[in-house]
Structure formats: structure tokens, C-alpha cells
């Protein structure tokens, strides 16, 4: 674990000189103007955090100071340790002392860790890579994270938590004086977002500044000396935590430009008789035979009715939804799966699709979208065939159809033409969600719904959640936040190591009792 830095030195270094002035930054895309004259002030040794609904700029901004939109495509002025700055690339940017750490890593699974943090920057002795010197290098820098892993371990036998670390032993090694992180913790468990987080404040110890951009609230108000908040492209405020005080609905009120009374929407659910059930299910892990990712595991979901999944990372949740959706994960080994009192064959995707099964990924850019598509292929991509009379596209009907879920769910884009690669992650979410609930599911499966977007947009997710169970269809809720599923779920199963431990009704629950069950293999199942 990193250590912290003492208090006096993270007092002295909040309070240090100015390290960067952002002022009247405009960025425009074509009929959108993404960034509206918005202006940053960061100190030397401050942790200076963003906040922000999806699509108010603030990765915009980032990619600005970072040098990935170049100085040209951009007006306004970008001063840097008191020198006016003009980066046209990110190479320039890092040259300065400013590294970014994007939500997506930037690591090769393939190569090991020594390979990546020196992947254009090894040590040379005599033109020739000094892979000694380049692993002794390796060694020390992940010391200074908190790793002892061998440095010579591929990326991809590495969790999420330990790549974000790597991605950072990497800055450290250009010589960062500022550390942009974009949603560093959105991937992570809460023990390794804590190692993270204190990482973060052991920086702030060495003087490093570092900007945090998070949907996180709760980590924002716990590590940051200042929070600038920015709406439609316009920088609102600036908080100084210590002065000026700081919650979570502070922060809330200055993103949506509103008090959001009620995060969970009320909701009187009407739940009807049970209509899907699974029955001893057991699924092999796909490369280790010996090893069971889903154990004998039995469940039941009924109409209007919201079913939570709780469980830690890695304790099977994922397996066991994409292994009922069409066997998309694992070797099948044994179970039953029944709707409405009728068994049913899920055998591949195209079966679990006819049966009315729809599974939103958590990983909506790898698995469920195609980023070279526009929004209206992608709404519609899940089921062409209600749109095909005679196997023909109609796109006069695929346009109406997905402009009509573009104004339902308000997914912000002026056009359904626009590529889904150029929206914001919770636009992007709710273009998932369109183009599953254009499938007409009578049973859709979220997995992650609202990882990585903001609180409003979660609040408008959890309305369309309820939305689906009012119109008597089943919904699975898997998420690794707790107060998301106690405040949206009616009854919530608990998994470990790959079995079902407790089915608890929500009303029942609380996170004590919820995380009991997520960490023992006792079980204390009742589906009656």
C-alpha cells in the first residue's frame, strides 16, 4: 500500500503556487459547441477534481490540456508553471510534466509490465534496449505504487486495480507534475479505489498535483481541496472544500443546477407471479476446467419486479448472467431454465433473444456497442428483422424508430446520424438500453447499468428501470453499489464464489446484512 504523506506537507502543498491557469477554453464540433469559455486554476500539490453530468465537457477539457485536441483546434489560453502553453500532441504535453490516465487503460495485455511502462522511453546503452536497466527501473516504480508483482508479468494477467497502478508507475516515470485521472476508480473494487485513492493523497505528499475526474461523489468529497463544476460546457464554480465546506448535494445542486430530492424514484411496484426461473445452474470457467464460475446456483424473477445481485468482484455475478444470456460466457455443465412455467433453450444468443431475454454488458464499449456504428444502426441492431419486411432494411423506420428513443430516454445528441463513438459514456449507456428495449424483452438483465456516469444520468436510468418492471416485465439489477440496489430493487440475491448465498427482500436489507452474505458460502435461500 502506498503510504500517505504527513499532514503538515499536504497542508503546505495545497496551498502552494499556481501550477496551471486553463482560461476561457472553447472547443466546438460540428453543431456542437462542447466547451463554452470555461476557465481552471489548479495549485502545485492539489488535488483538483471535476465534476460534471455526462457530456458537460469535462473529458473535453482534459483532452485540451492533454494535448489530444492539438492548440489550434481551440481558442482560449493554457498556461502551464507560468509559461503560455501550445501542445500539439500528447508527446509535447508529457514532455511538460502532464500525463493522463484515461478511463479506458492504455496498456497492451500482451506485453509485461516492464514492456509497458517503457514502451517508447526505454533505456538505451549503446543503441540497444537495456532490458536490465529497464526492469531495475521497473522494480522501483512499482514500489513507489504499492506492487510487488514480478515485473515481467503480462498486463493481462493483472486485475483492473493493479493496471490502474501500473498506468500510474508509468507517469511516474516521465517525470509527472501533473496527474490527470479520468474515472480511476469507475473499474475497481472498494479495497483497491481505496489503495488508489490513497496512492492519490501520497502524490499530493510529494508535491505532485493531480486532477480527478469522478461520478464518485463520495471519494471526491473525501480527498479533493477543490472541485470545479461544469455544466453544459460552462464552468459554474469552484469549491474550496476546506473553506467554503462541501456534500454530496452541494456538488449535485451545482451539477444539474437543481436540489435532486429524490436520487431513487418513488415507485409502488405491482409485482404479479413468478415467470422465469433458473434451476441448478453450473457453469465451468472457459480455459480451467476444475473451476466452477457459477455453482448449482437457483433463482426466480416475477412480473413487475425488480431482482437485485450483489456480490464482489470476481464472485460470479457477471458469469452467471452472461452464461443464462445465450451461454455467452463458460462451459455449460447442468441446469434448467423456465418461462412461464415452460422450460426454454437459451443455447446461443439468437435463442435467448426469442425467448425474451435482453442483457445490457457492463463493459458497454468491448461488448455492447459497435463504435464504428451510428446511433440509429445501433438501436436497431439487436433484432433488424422487426424492421426488415422481405429481408430489406426499412430506414425510414430504423431513423423514426431511434429518434423516438432518442427522445424518450434524452439521449443528448442533435441527430441519430452521429456516430456513437463521439457521445459521452451515459449517452452511450442509454443507447445500450434503447437498443435492448427495442428488442421488446420481457426480461431484461442490467449489469452495471450506471458504472461511470453521472447522478443524474443514474437517476434517469433508475426511472426507466421502473418504467419496465410498471409494464409487468422482469428486471436483473447487478451492481456493485449497494445504495443502488437497496434503493431500486425489491429482492436482492447475494453471490460467492459462484453461489447464491441469501435472497433477502429489500425492504429486509441493509448493507451489514448484504455484505455478510456476499462473504460467506452459508446459504440462506427462499425463493417462497
Known amino acids: 500500500m502506498a503510504t500517505e504523506a504527513p499532514e503538515a506537507a499536504v497542508k503546505d502543498f495545497a496551498t502552494g503556487p499556481t501550477i496551471l491557469e486553463m482560461r476561457s477554453i472553447t472547443k466546438e464540433f460540428p453543431g456542437v459547441k462542447a466547451l463554452d469559455r470555461v476557465s481552471l486554476r489548479v495549485r502545485a500539490g492539489e488535488i483538483h477534481s471535476i465534476c460534471g453530468e455526462n457530456g458537460a465537457g469535462k473529458s473535453t477539457l482534459m483532452k485540451v490540456l492533454s494535448g489530444v485536441y492539438p492548440y489550434g483546434t481551440y481558442t482560449g489560453d493554457i498556461v502551464f508553471q507560468g509559461e503560455e502553453s501550445r501542445f500539439r500532441d500528447?508527446?509535447?504535453?508529457?514532455?511538460?510534466?502532464?500525463?493522463?490516465?484515461?478511463?479506458?487503460?492504455?496498456?497492451?495485455?500482451?506485453l509485461s509490465i516492464t514492456e509497458n511502462i517503457f514502451l517508447g522511453n526505454e533505456p538505451r546503452r549503446f543503441g540497444v534496449i537495456d532490458w536490465v536497466a529497464a526492469k531495475s527501473r521497473a522494480i522501483d516504480l512499482l514500489?513507489?505504487?504499492?506492487?510487488?508483482?514480478?515485473?515481467d508479468t503480462q498486463i493481462k494477467n493483472?486485475?483492473?486495480g493493479k493496471q490502474q497502478l501500473v498506468e500510474i508507475a508509468k507517469a511516474l516515470n516521465k517525470s509527472v507534475k501533473l496527474l490527470i485521472l479520468d474515472e480511476p476508480t469507475a473499474a475497481l473494487n472498494e479495497s483497491d479505489s481505496q489503495h488508489l485513492l490513497d496512492l492519490i493523497l501520497g502524490l499530493k505528499g510529494r508535491g505532485i498535483a493531480s486532477i480527478?475526474?469522478?461520478?464518485?461523489?463520495?471519494?471526491?468529497e473525501r480527498i479533493s481541496d477543490s472541485i470545479t463544476?461544469?455544466?453544459?460546457?460552462?464552468?459554474?464554480?469552484?469549491?474550496?472544500v476546506v473553506a467554503d465546506g462541501v456534500s454530496e448535494d452541494r456538488i449535485i445542486r451545482g451539477m444539474v443546477?437543481?436540489?435532486?430530492?429524490?436520487?431513487f424514484p418513488d415507485r409502488s411496484p405491482n409485482i404479479g407471479e413468478t415467470f422465469f426461473e433458473v434451476k441448478n445452474w453450473t457453469v465451468q470457467h472457459p480455459l480451467t476446467s476444475e473451476r466452477m464460475v457459477v455453482k448449482n446456483s437457483s433463482f426466480t424473477v416475477r412480473r413487475g419486479e425488480v431482482v437485485g445481485f450483489a456480490g464482489l468482484m470476481g464472485a460470479g455475478r457477471t458469469e452467471l448472467a452472461m452464461s443464462i444470456f445465450g451461454r455467452s460466457y463458460g462451459n455449460f455443465i447442468s441446469g434448467q431454465i423456465f418461462k412461464d412455467g415452460k422450460e426454454i433453450q437459451v443455447r446461443n444468443v439468437s435463442e435467448a433473444i426469442a425467448n425474451g431475454l435482453a442483457y445490457v454488458s457492463e463493459d458497454r464499449k468491448a461488448l455492447?456497442?459497435?463504435?464504428?456504428?451510428?446511433?440509429?444502426?445501433?438501436?436497431?441492431?439487436?433484432?433488424?428483422?422487426?424492421?426488415?419486411?422481405?429481408?430489406?432494411?426499412?430506414?425510414?423506420?430504423?431513423?423514426?424508430?431511434?429518434?423516438?428513443?432518442?427522445?424518450?430516454?434524452?439521449?443528448?445528441?442533435?441527430?441519430?446520424?452521429?456516430?456513437?463513438n463521439k457521445l459521452s459514456g451515459g449517452n452511450q449507456q442509454k443507447v445500450v438500453l434503447a437498443k435492448w428495449l427495442f428488442t421488446d424483452p420481457d426480461l431484461l438483465i442490467l449489469d452495471e447499468p450506471t458504472r461511470g456516469i453521472d447522478v443524474g444520468a443514474k437517476t434517469e436510468i433508475y426511472g426507466i428501470i421502473r418504467d419496465i418492471a410498471a409494464q409487468g416485465k422482469g428486471v436483473?439489477?447487478?451492481?456493485?453499489?449497494?445504495?443502488?440496489?437497496?434503493?431500486?430493487?425489491d429482492r436482492i440475491y447475494t453471490i460467492f464464489e459462484g453461489a447464491i448465498t441469501a435472497n433477502i427482500p429489500a425492504d429486509q436489507a441493509d448493507p451489514e446484512t448484504l455484505l455478510k452474505s456476499m462473504t460467506s458460502a452459508k446459504k440462506k435461500v427462499n425463493d417462497k
Open 476 to 489: 436483473i439489477l447487478i451492481s456493485s453499489e449497494l445504495p443502488e440496489l437497496l434503493g431500486v430493487s
Open 143 to 151: 514500489a513507489r505504487v504499492g506492487l510487488d508483482d514480478d515485473p
Open 229 to 240: 463544476i461544469i455544466r453544459d460546457g460552462k464552468s459554474i464554480e469552484t469549491i474550496d
Open 90 to 110: 500528447i508527446g509535447s504535453s508529457e514532455a511538460a510534466g502532464i500525463v493522463i490516465i484515461h478511463q479506458e487503460l492504455a496498456l497492451i495485455p500482451e
Open 368 to 420: 455492447g456497442l459497435n463504435l464504428l456504428d451510428d446511433i440509429k444502426d445501433s438501436v436497431v441492431a439487436a433484432k433488424l428483422s422487426k424492421i426488415s419486411p422481405g429481408g430489406v432494411i426499412n430506414h425510414v423506420s430504423e431513423h423514426n424508430i431511434a429518434d423516438a428513443y432518442r427522445k424518450s430516454l434524452r439521449i443528448k445528441t442533435p441527430t441519430v446520424d452521429e456516430g456513437v
Open 212 to 220: 480527478m475526474i469522478s461520478h464518485k461523489l463520495n471519494e471526491i
Open 158 to 160: 493483472l486485475g483492473v
Open 257 to 263: 443546477g437543481r436540489v435532486l430530492e429524490n436520487r
